[in-house]
């Protein structure tokens, strides 16, 4: 049955390839992205424009939470049960965390985890009188383990991992599953700014030791429908009984930690 499904980070990239398929499968779909310009955005890019009829863009930064849940209720699906949720908006701060500011702290905390948070508590309020639902929250295999220059990136997606599965706790007696996918090197906009051209460094797939990764055994990066794929497995009924759990997507680079 198609439902209503609430994505983040839907302009480009992963967000966008978790919008084109939930559409491909006749759902709604609200979109939220700070991109300011929706007609922009990969879906509207997209031959079949009857699907984009099921999508609404919002424009809108994650890390103010309140003025986005009023724009949600606002919105022209305000009245259909949400099915799920795909927490999938993200920004990576290289460098050393000797150098860290405050402010860079706050602001990945406030858009990797803070912003996600919140509106997924209000989503999950919103789920408790049906007693069903599906919350999909993208983290990182940067979660596991240490990653040179990318500390602060790591730890909040750290935070972002432990906190679902604290609330997925919470949530399991009211029927409402919780679950978190941990990407690897995606082809995405924000992998290629750690590139110095137009392809990958060898040490992502063959490993470097000097900056202690174990490279990519699979022996290739991701493609954005990789992670999109794992997280429409979550979301559906064929998951129904997974919840709590850590889908690692990265062609085994973290060695199945």
């Known amino acids: 049955m198609a439902g209503l499904f609430i994505v983040t980070g839907a302009a480009r990239g992963i967000g966008a390839a978790i919008v084109e398929k939930l559409l491909a499968d006749n759902h709604l779909v609200i979109g939220i992205d700070i991109h300011p310009q929706p007609s922009a955005w990969d879906i509207f890019n997209q031959p079949d424009a009857q699907k984009a009829g099921n999508f609404e863009a919002i424009s809108h930064d994650i890390q103010q939470t309140a003025s986005l849940i009023e724009r949600i209720q606002h919105s022209r699906f305000a009245e259909t049960p949400i099915s799920g949720l795909v927490n999938a908006a993200g920004i990576l701060d290289m460098g050393s965390l000797l150098d860290t500011t405050a402010a860079q702290w706050l602001h990945s905390l406030n858009t990797n985890f803070i912003g ?142």
Not at 182 to 195: A, D, F, K, V, Y
Not at 196 to 206: A, G, L, R, V, Y
Not at 229 to 251: C, K, N, Y
């Open 116 to 257: 996600p948070a919140q509106l997924t508590q209000w989503v999950a309020q919103q789920m408790l009188p049906h007693r069903s639902g599906a919350i999909v929250s993208i983290s990182s295999n940067a979660a596991l383990v240490p990653r040179l220059g990318m500390g602060l990136y790591a730890t909040t997606k750290a935070a972002v991992s432990h906190y679902f599965k604290n609330l997925a706790l919470e949530l399991a007696p009211h029927g409402i599953r919780c679950n978190l996918v941990l990407p690897g090197s995606t082809l995405t906009q924000m992998q290629r700014q750690l590139w110095t051209d137009s392809k990958p460094p060898e040490s992502i797939i063959e490993g470097s030791l000097e900056q202690y990764r174990s490279g990519i055994p699979l022996g290739k990066i991701a493609e954005p429908q990789d992670i999109a794929d794992a997280v429409l497995f979550l979301l559906s009924d064929q998951a129904r009984q997974i919840t709590m759990h850590e889908l690692v997507v990265d062609g085994g680079a973290t060695l199945g930690v």
